[in-house]
């Protein structure tokens, strides 16, 4: 029975995600947009640290960092079918920002059982153990961004 709501409801954080991620990439080619690209970049680490399922646009709303502007694009992204609503596997993450998170912990982690007392992660080795726990690809530069390479978004 507990079924039911599921399908009925289905928890569109993922959805919404991966269209946003999607959204700020797009956003970051066009130089005006960078401040936006900053505000839907919040509304992506509000979305992936969410407990709770998001089963609707209005619930997304009431996170932090996403009003009316992101709000018309999640309804979009709602009704487009080319999206993935899956989840991504357990212990993976779909964007950076709490991939870089829990990257940073286990690095500092890892160091500290070396018997390295030193209080900052290096960046490389940050940027290692998070692309290895997030489906965001790293990009090497913003080159990257204007060239398109935007790697696995989750969009068709």
Do not use: C
Not at 36 to 62: F, G, H
Not at 105 to 126: C, F, I, R, S, Y
């Amino acid at each position: 029975m507990a079924d039911a709501g599921r399908k009925k409801y289905p928890d569109l954080r993922y959805k919404f995600i991966r269209g946003l991620i999607h959204h700020e990439r797009n956003q970051r080619r066009a130089h005006y947009l960078k401040s936006a690209a900053e505000w839907t970049s919040r509304a992506i680490v509000s979305l992936e640290l969410e407990e709770k399922p998001v089963k609707s646009v209005k619930q997304a709303t009431k996170l932090e960092g996403i009003g009316g502007v992101l709000a018309e694009k999640l309804k979009t992204y709602e009704a487009a079918p080319g999206i993935l609503t899956d989840p991504p596997p357990d212990g993976t993450f779909l964007s950076s920002a709490p991939a870089l998170l829990v990257g940073m912990l286990n690095a500092k982690e890892e160091l500290l059982t070396e018997g390295d007392k030193q209080l900052l992660v290096p960046e490389p080795m940050l940027k290692a153990k998070a692309q290895a726990i997030t489906q965001e690809q790293f990009l090497q530069s913003t080159k990257d961004i204007v060239e398109g390479k935007e790697g696995n978004t989750g969009i068709a």
